[in-house]
């Protein structure tokens, strides 16, 4: 069965590191999304990719960055990670570009 | 400034009741809206989606109406099941453009 999956599903960290959050998907779409969710303020939409080598900014994507290598995968860098930056993150995917997204299950970031 | 809201943040309701998910839009360009579950520790699943074409989608026990004019969606669930007990969101999005999502609603449904 296809699927889509996030690594790690935890993570702890500090102040001013690198972090890389991993999406991997099975489902062969094109269309790729990070969102992080908080409490109050639902999914907000991160970066988005329509397609290889493509990349979009989102509603919150001050302080990361992804990049599109392959139709499978679409990591999320944090550039330097912000105590703001504690939240847990989703990655998606879609047949179409407005269509029903599939989710992974998340991985829960805590910088410290 | 949230576009999409779910003013309620929780539900509980009665096994074999109806459950009604509300949610309210400010922005007169959406024209697409999903209904999405979550169970805890795990990513949301999609459950049903409407177009501003139609004012009613159905799937089993699963209903969402559009009120274009009010800018409101529900989401009706009959009968209510505790494997329903979940958090639900709602969606939205204009031609070309990303979703909103809405904070959602946690709805527990009691045996």
């Known amino acids: 069965d296809a699927e889509i999956t996030q690594s790690p599903r935890h993570k702890i960290t500090e102040t001013g590191r690198q972090v890389t959050l991993a999406c991997h998907q099975t489902w062969n779409h094109n269309n790729m999304f990070w969102y992080r969710q908080d409490l109050g303020h639902g999914l907000r939409l991160i970066h988005y990719s329509y397609g290889v080598q493509d990349t979009n900014k989102g509603e919150v994507s001050d302080g990361y960055s992804v990049s599109r290598s392959n139709t499978e995968d679409l990591p999320l860098t944090l550039e330097s990670a912000a105590s703001s930056q504690t939240s847990v993150y989703f990655c998606?995917?879609?047949?179409?570009?407005?269509?029903?997204?599939?989710f992974g299950d998340g991985t829960r970031l805590s910088i410290l | 400034d949230q576009q999409v809201k779910q003013n309620s943040p929780s539900l509980s309701v009665q096994e074999g009741r109806i459950s009604i998910l509300n949610c309210d839009y400010t922005n007169s360009m959406f024209d697409y809206f999903l209904w999405y579950k979550k169970y805890p520790a795990e990513g949301p699943t999609f459950l049903i989606s409407i177009s501003s074409i139609k004012d009613k989608n159905e799937d089993g026990r699963f209903t969402v109406f559009l009120n274009k004019s009010a800018k409101h969606l529900s989401l009706h669930i009959v009968p209510s099941q505790p494997g329903d007990s979940a958090v639900y969101f709602c969606?939205?999005?204009?031609?070309?453009?990303?979703?909103?999502f809405g904070t959602g609603t946690s709805l527990t449904v009691i045996p």
């Open positions: 969606a939205a999005s204009e031609p070309g453009n990303q979703f909103y």
């Open positions: 998606a995917s879609s047949e179409s570009i407005r269509g029903p997204q599939h």
